[in-house]
């Protein structure tokens, strides 16, 4: 039967583990923070079915959803991950900004699992952590205590941080954000990191990591996380049906071709920064075609866009119904980008202030 052992000869393996992290990952069982049931790769594992799958998925270097839909049990709804145990490979990569000593705090407890690593290498003083979610808090709480560690835990706002538990060395969010708050860069010592997952609906793969100094945090952009959103700033989800009921919308054409939007994560960063409150979707047609539908959709519901791709050519049908004219701005955006040479993402600097956040080149 696969062991906690086996994870650490894993990312040992694949070189993510570094030895200041080893004993942390070795003493914390990673069973102890994830449930009888959960999700793995489009799958259903339950401990009770087959149990040695259950282990060897538990000790495996791959995200584990835990809960869907903040943990409601709804039928109707589109089942969107709202909590799981991280990749481990993932995790160890966000807490190379940790320094022995540090007093840290993390935002989205989940189940717990990260959590633990910190307190077992840093001490249970040293290491605060809170999650919105009340169920969550119990449970992370609950498998912390069946793991012998005790952190600092809050149940609350994350985006308001532990004021009480101020100055952080290191804050890292386990929950993707599309504003910092200010009220982090506040509760960091001068010099101190901020890290966490950051994006808008278009593109929400990126990690900001920031320096605080003189009031204001500065940062740039790395990696391709892919972290469920923090639940005050979160993007919208649903199915098609949701945005589009059989109406008519502006037709149109474009030379643009939506693959190169889907294909190519710095244009799609740079899109974002311009449209951060709508999303898209490539539809395959299931006919062996070739061709595709480009969806957009928009947060508030209220407007949606298609361009339909078809292999050979040059010009390409688009159709825009609601307030909006999704395409449009998304192109406009594109274009944008393309006149400034197409920099890449790693060429632009976050800051914020007490004002607010800007991203500029």
Known sequence: MSSPDRLVEIL??????????????????????????????????????????WHRMVYADLPLITQHNDGRRATDEVAVPTCSTSMPSLM??????????????????????????????????????????????????????RAGLHPHLECGDGLAGVP????????IATCTVRDIPYAWVEQTAPGGTILTPWGSSFHSYSFAT???RDGQATGRFSGRPAFMWARQQRRSYGRIR??????????????????????????RFAVGLRVRDAWPLLCPADDGSDEATYWLFDDARSSWATVEYVPGRAVYETEQHGPR????????AYHDWTGQGGPSRDRYRITVTEDGQTVSL
């Open 12 to 53: 040992r393996n694949k070189g993510a583990l570094a030895p200041e992290w080893a004993p942390a990952v070795a003493a914390v069982d990673r069973a102890h923070f994830v449930p009888d049931t959960f999700e793995v790769a489009g799958r259903t594992v339950s401990r009770s079915a087959d149990e040695a799958e």
């Open 92 to 145: 160890l990569e966000m807490a190379e900004v940790v320094r022995d000593g540090d007093a840290v705090l993390e935002v989205g407890t989940g189940t717990g699992y990260h959590a633990a690593w910190l307190a077992h290498r840093l001490g249970a003083d040293r290491t605060t952590t809170i999650e919105t979610d009340k169920a969550l808090h119990d449970i992370a709480r609950d498998n912390l205590a």
């Open 164 to 171: 009480g538990r101020a100055r952080f060395d290191r804050i």
């Open 210 to 212: 920031l320096t605080v």
């Open 242 to 267: 949701d945005w589009y009921h059989g109406e008519e919308g502006e037709r149109a054409t474009t030379t643009l071709d939506p693959r190169a939007l889907e294909e190519d994560p710095h244009a």
């Open 325 to 332: 004219r999704l395409w449009d701005e998304v192109e406009s």
